[in-house]
Structures are given as structure tokens and as C-alpha cells.
């Protein structure tokens, strides 16, 4: 979708910062993309934004919250330990993932996630499905996942120095009690930031009214930022984040296991970024230079509390990465950005049987994205990478990969309402490092492949007045997947197509956002079950997604809600023994801004209004009758409250 001219309130307000009295914050996701500096380029035609009002109602929530308006991206697991990602049915695992310019890992233990992220960090984030440009990173197999953490001037209004929000949140089905805290303050060129989150609660309970074991709350998370920027626009940025979650889940944590005579046991999971990066913000012409140096990890250690005998087993992904690009502006809209990357990857196992097990790799990238408008009708984006990769697995055994990716999109206008577009890539994607629980030190890596993705979107943006209507056919291949598993390591072949609707409304009061997805996924040239699709994708079929909010003229209350729906679906094939069902959610809420108590913002909410039982469809394990998945809380009244100083 083109970017449309920034409402009054979006061009005043920042995600954190208090809108006046009486209105509320944005849902108009063209918002998001006019802030992006790319946001009309052609390689963005299919990237979908996190609206400003879904970031604000998803700070005390979860994933699923911070996706919840987008059909295209499924979120499926119910406990965040267990929130797997999925963009048109492809696991983000598949996806070049950054949060600040940092490269995030991939795998780890296949039955936790290994993209868990506070939504209470967030200040952008952005989803490009399909097709994604050379510089979005290297392994962009499937498409790229953009995340922005807040800085102290989202926090601070206008003329402040100092000031931050506390939140406070209750939701009585499983008594969840959330509380966070954020303080910023900036002084000269100087900025720094400080935010704490805690989230406690008990088990909850489903539509059925079935006690889920293990589905507590008890996440922890931070994030301390630091930056100085000089009056010429040169600014360095120092951040770490960490979130913990350690307590008792089911004993698989992606699914409730039934039959064990210890059906919990204990996951210890941390992850944490760090980031040092560097930017001029008013760079123009030729010169405009960025550098990221950043660190992320996942560490995860599983126990079983009743059998102390086995001891710890404990997973450990990290990354280390750096990025140095500069962006040559050759006018006001054509640009080319060109630049290196590396990563070094280690994933390591350890028990008290088996020591120290490990996968490494260092990858070295380098890229060129062009960026132009030749007309005012047209618009092409297109670029190239090589990257060469140095893989050692855990027998010590070592190789290297090396290969070319290509992208290229355009953007037409056939009329000034009507735009149609369409992108295609092929995409290196290298020796990704294996789930490190199955590792196994006697594996045979000689035939190993080499992954290579292809892309390939085709669609329509429209726009009339406050009317916005968009969709697309998207079809992503990926030859030579890696799929080992302890015995064996091997590679698969998988396929998701499908299509995307979308459709956005605005009033002068209001906004409605709504979309549609349909997505069937293929391993090795047949319909799959979840369990054969791990790592790779899901089998969604059509899912739907729609919100709607409206301020009455001059009230102080915001209403609103949400429907989120999944049609039944029945292609799945090789071990699946049962169709998945279709269910209908509706979530309600109100919310008011106090004109009495300056930046005081109280919400209402009811999710699940009619008590239905059901898993949302990228959840594991739905399509076999010996497997109990992980049901979404029943119907859930919950209280935030929101003060901004």
C-alpha cells in the first residue's frame, strides 16, 4: 500500500507518548509505514506494520497480541515459552529475524521458541513476507521480521526532560498480574532509558472449563538504552535486553502431554541482546553511514523437579553480528544501500551424560539494494548479495557454502487509486544449525545441502479517501531445507502458497482493519502434518483477522474489538490422523483517557467473550487425536491501567 498523509494525531503523538484528552492512539497501520523510511519502496509491498494501537494493547500481553490484527502472521502456542511464529504458513525460523540492526538466532529446543520477544519493548515492527531486499540480512529465506526497540524521545513529550509510565494490569482467568515500568530522561546530546516488566499469575483455564497445567505466568523482562547524539545528527546507541521465564510448563512445552506420570517439569529459558550502533540522522547525500554491533542469546534449561537424578539438559544458541552499510542518496526518492555483513553462530547441548556438544557457523555477506522511482507512476526495487558460509558440526567435521541471491520488485500506478505490484527473489540460505536438543556427535554430514529459497508475490494495493483495499498470490519454495533428527541428517523440500487479503477503513473517529490469509503448506511435494512440518512451517488454511475501534466526537472513551476466526481444515497428509477444527473469537473492550488526571488511560477488556474452547491454528500438534494441544484461555476480563508522567 502506498503511504498515505499522516493524521494529525499520528504526526504529534509517539507510541508511548499520552494523545489528547479524549482520543486515542492510531490503528491505521499506513501510520507505521509512513514512518518507515522505505515504507514506498517497491521491495515494501507486501511488508505488513504493527499499527500504533496494537503495540500499546499488546505491552501486557504477549505475541499473540502484538499479531493479532495481522491474518498473514499466526501465533501459535498460548504460554510465550511456547509462541511459535509463523508468516503465510512459513516458520519465522525461516526468516531473517533483527530486533535494533541485531541479528536474532534461529533454532533451539523444537518444542519452545526460539523468537520470544516483549511486546512492551516495542516501538516499530515490521513483517515482510515472500520477497525481501538484499538488505534485510543474510538467510531471508522466506521473507525478514523488523523490530524496533523504544527509545527515550518515544517516551518523553515534548518539552520534558524527564518522565516514563507505569502500567498495571489484572486479568482473572489464571490472576495474571502484570506490572512494568518505564523512565527516560535526556539531558544535552545524552539520552537514557530504563524499563522493567513482571508478569505472575496461576494456571488458567479453557472454554471448557479445563484447568491448562503449567500455563502460569512468570516472565520477567528489561531493557536498559543509552545514547548520545551530537547537533550535527552523529548518534551512538548502547542497549541490552534480557526476558526469563522459569517455571513449571508441560512436560512438551508446545502441547499438554497426557499419560506421564510426571506430566510438568522445568524450563528455564533467558534470552538477551545487546547493541552498539551508529547513525547519522541527518545524513544526506552519498554519506549517509550505519553500523550495528550486536550479541543476542538463547539459553535454555530443561528439568525434571521429581527426578533430580537426570539432571539439567540445557540448550545455548548465540549469535554475534555486525552490520556496516552506507546509504547513497541520489534524490529526494532514488537511493542505492550497500554494505557487509557477518554473524558467527554457536549452538551448543550439554547434559551430564553426553558434556558439551556443538554446531558453529561464520558467515560473511555482501549486498547492494537499489531503490528507485524513474516516474511518478513507478516504482522498482532490486538487489544482490553473496555470502559465504563456514560450517563445523559436531563431529568436528567442516565445510563451506557460498551462493548468490537476487531480488527484484516493481510497483505500478495504473490510476491514481489503483497500484499493482509483484516481486520475485531466489535466496542462499546456507547450513542453518539444527534444534541443538537432538544433537547427536556421530552424525554423517557428507550429504548435506545447502538451502535455496524462491519467491514470488503478485498484487494490488487501492486507495479511495479513507478506503484501503490490498491482497496478493504469494508462493515461497525452499529446496534443501535442513530436517535432521537425531539418527540422521538430512534435507527436505517445502512449499507454502497461497493468498492475502486486506482491507482498512478509517473515519474521522474510527478505524477498521481487516484481513484474510489462506496458506497450504507441502513437504517433499505433499500436503503435511505439524509434526512433519516442524521447523519448516504449519498447515493454516484461511484465518481471519479484524479489528475496529471508534472515539465518539469529544468523549473520553475509546471502544472496540476483535474477531480472530480460522476455517476448518482437513488437507493435511502423511501421519495425520484428524481434520483441524474452525472456531470464531470475539474480544470486546472500552478504554478512557481522564481528562482530569493528565496521562491516565484505563482499559476494559473481555477476550473470548463466548467462552469458546480452541487452539489458535498455528498451534502444534491439532491434527492427531493422541495429542491434547495448547488451548487459549476461556473467556478473560482484564483490567490495564496506564499512567504516563
Request: no cysteine; aromatic share 10%.
Amino acid at each position: 500500500m502506498a503511504a498515505a498523509p499522516l493524521p494529525a494525531l499520528a504526526q504529534s503523538t509517539s507510541p508511548d507518548t499520552v494523545p489528547p484528552s479524549g482520543q486515542s492512539v492510531m490503528l491505521d497501520p499506513l501510520v507505521m509505514r509512513a514512518r518507515d523510511d522505505d515504507g514506498n519502496a517497491a521491495d515494501r509491498g507486501t511488508s505488513e506494520y504493527v499499527a500504533d494501537a496494537e503495540l500499546d494493547r499488546a505491552r501486557m500481553g504477549d505475541l499473540k497480541d502484538l499479531f493479532a490484527g495481522i491474518a498473514s502472521v499466526s501465533v501459535g502456542g498460548a504460554i510465550p515459552v511456547a509462541q511459535k511464529i509463523f508468516v503465510n504458513g512459513v516458520d519465522m525460523l525461516n526468516l531473517s529475524v533483527t530486533v535494533d540492526g541485531v541479528m536474532q538466532n534461529n533454532r533451539i529446543f523444537h518444542h519452545v521458541s526460539a523468537n520470544a520477544f516483549d511486546p512492551g519493548l516495542m516501538k516499530f515492527v515490521r513483517v515482510d513476507a515472500g520477497v525481501a531486499a538484499a538488505d534485510a540480512g543474510p538467510n531471508a529465506m522466506a521473507g525478514a521480521v523488523v523490530m524496533e526497540t523504544v527509545d527515550a524521545g518515544d517516551i518523553l513529550a515534548e518539552g520534558r526532560n524527564i518522565g516514563g509510565n507505569i502500567r498495571l494490569s489484572y486479568a482473572d482467568n489464571g490472576q495474571t498480574f502484570g506490572r512494568s515500568g518505564t523512565l527516560a530522561g535526556r539531558y544535552g546530546g545524552f539520552e537514557w532509558l530504563g524499563y522493567l516488566k513482571s508478569a505472575t499469575g496461576d494456571d488458567y483455564e479453557t472454554g471448557a472449563g479445563d484447568t491448562v497445567e503449567g500455563s502460569a505466568a512468570d516472565l520477567q523482562s528489561g531493557l536498559l538504552k543509552f545514547a548520545y547524539e551530537t547537533e550535527d545528527g552523529h548518534r551512538f546507541e548502547l542497549s541490552g535486553q534480557r526476558m526469563q521465564d522459569n517455571a513449571l510448563r508441560p512436560y512438551r512445552a508446545n502441547f499438554v502431554s497426557d499419560g506421564r506420570p510426571f506430566p510438568l517439569r522445568n524450563y528455564d529459558t533467558d534470552r538477551r541482546t545487546y547493541a552498539l550502533s551508529y547513525q547519522n540522522t541527518q545524513a544526506e547525500g552519498i554519506w549517509d553511514p550505519r553500523v550495528v554491533i550486536g550479541y543476542s542469546e538463547v539459553d535454555i534449561g530443561v528439568a525434571q523437579p521429581l527426578e533430580p537424578e537426570l539432571g539439567t539438559s540445557r540448550g545455548l544458541n548465540k549469535t554475534t553480528s555486525v552490520t556496516i552499510e552506507n546509504r547513497f542518496h541520489l534524490s529526494a526518492t532514488d537511493s542505492v544501500t550497500a554494505g557487509l555483513d557477518y554473524y558467527d553462530r554457536d549452538s551448543r547441548y550439554r547434559d551430564d551424560a553426553s558434556g558439551d556438544v556443538t554446531e558453529s557457523a561464520e558467515n560473511i555477506g555482501i549486498y547492494a539494494q537499489a531503490r528507485l522511482e524513474p516516474s511518478d507512476r513507478l516504482s522498482v526495487s532490486f538487489g544482490a548479495r553473496w555470502d559465504r558460509q563456514d560450517f563445523t558440526g559436531t563431529s568436528g567435521w567442516q565445510d563451506s557454502y557460498s551462493g548468490f541471491s537476487g531480488n527484484a520488485s516493481l510497483s505500478y500506478a495504473v490510476t491514481e487509486t489503483l497500484k499493482l505490484r509483484g516481486g520475485i527473489s531466489s535466496v542462499f540460505g546456507g547450513v542453518t544449525l539444527e534444534d541443538n536438543f537432538i544433537f547427536n556427535p556421530d552424525w554423517d554430514y557428507s550429504g548435506l545441502k545447502a538451502a535455496r529459497a524462491e519467491n514470488y508475490t503478485l498484487g494490488f494495493d487501492y486507495e479511495s479517501g479513507d478506503l484501503t483495499v490490498d491482497g496478493e498470490l504469494f508462493l515461497t519454495r525452499i529446496d534443501d531445507a535442513r530436517v535432521s533428527s537425531f539418527r540422521e541428517n538430512g534435507n527436505a523440500d517445502a512449499e507454502s502458497r497461497g493468498f492475502n487479503l486486506g482491507l482498512g477503513y478509517g473515519w474521522g473517529d474510527g478505524f477498521l482493519r481487516a484481513s484474510y490469509s489462506y496458506s497450504t503448506f507441502e513437504v517433499n511435494g505433499t500436503g503435511t502434518d505439524s509434526y512433519a512440518a516442524v521447523d519448516l512451517g504449519a498447515p493454516l488454511g484461511g484465518i481471519l483477522a479484524l479489528e475496529v475501534q471508534h472515539t465518539p466526537s469529544g468523549s473520553a472513551f475509546t471502544f472496540g474489538g476483535s474477531i480472530e476466526a480460522a476455517q476448518a481444515y482437513d488437507d493435511q497428509e502423511v501421519d495425520a490422523d484428524q481434520g483441524i477444527p474452525g472456531y470464531g473469537v470475539l474480544n470486546l473492550f472500552t478504554e478512557y483517557a481522564s481528562a482530569s488526571v493528565e496521562g491516565l488511560v484505563i482499559r476494559g477488556q473481555i477476550d473470548n467473550l463466548f467462552d469458546k474452547e480452541y487452539a489458535d491454528r498455528a498451534t502444534y500438534g491439532q491434527d492427531y487425536s493422541s495429542v491434547t494441544p495448547l488451548y487459549e484461555p476461556g473467556r478473560t476480563v482484564s483490567v490495564v491501567a496506564t499512567m504516563r508522567f
